[in-house]
């Protein structure tokens, strides 16, 4: 069983999903108060995650996490404390406005859901994608 664990990895995509496009809280309340929101994410996704995972910015709203000897099922339950995370969280802003968001989340898993690690990445994509599209707030798995 060792053996096996040892040769697994996930890949978690996330993305802040409270106003369909992150754009929205930059028009909205400006710059620099999307670059606080995006801080307060960041934070929250780590303290969300285990201590040998990377949190990382890949651009705009969109966080991922890499994660290695991580199965499917313990790479979900890592997601779900995520998600669960950010939706209880409250974000008070400088003028006292109170802001909630959530956030979408794709897993891929190398063995278990993607033969090829090297396409991790692009699957935690679609799963992601397929998150957005049930309605965001939620947690997909690839395959």
Same mark, same amino acid.
């Given at each position: ?92 802003? *400088? ?28 699957? *935690? ?16 798995? *690839?395959?």
């Amino acid at each position: 069983m060792g053996e096996s664990i040892q040769r697994t990895a996930s890949v978690i995509k996330s993305d802040c999903s409270r106003y369909r496009f992150f754009k929205k809280i930059n028009d909205t309340y400006g710059h620099s108060t999307g670059d606080e929101v995006l801080r307060q994410f960041a934070s929250i996704l780590q303290k969300s995650v285990r201590k040998e995972d990377t949190v990382s910015r890949n651009g705009g709203e969109e966080f991922s996490v890499i994660m290695a000897k991580t199965t499917s099922t313990e790479a979900f339950e890592i997601a779900e404390r995520i998600r669960k995370n950010v939706m209880d969280q409250r974000i008070q802003l *400088a003028d006292g406005t109170i802001l909630s968001i959530t956030v979408s989340i794709g897993i891929a898993t190398y063995p278990e859901n993607v033969e090829d690690g090297f396409k991790l990445y692009h699957e *935690a994509d679609k799963a992601l994608y397929q998150a957005k599209a049930q309605g965001r707030n939620c947690t997909m798995v *690839a395959g």
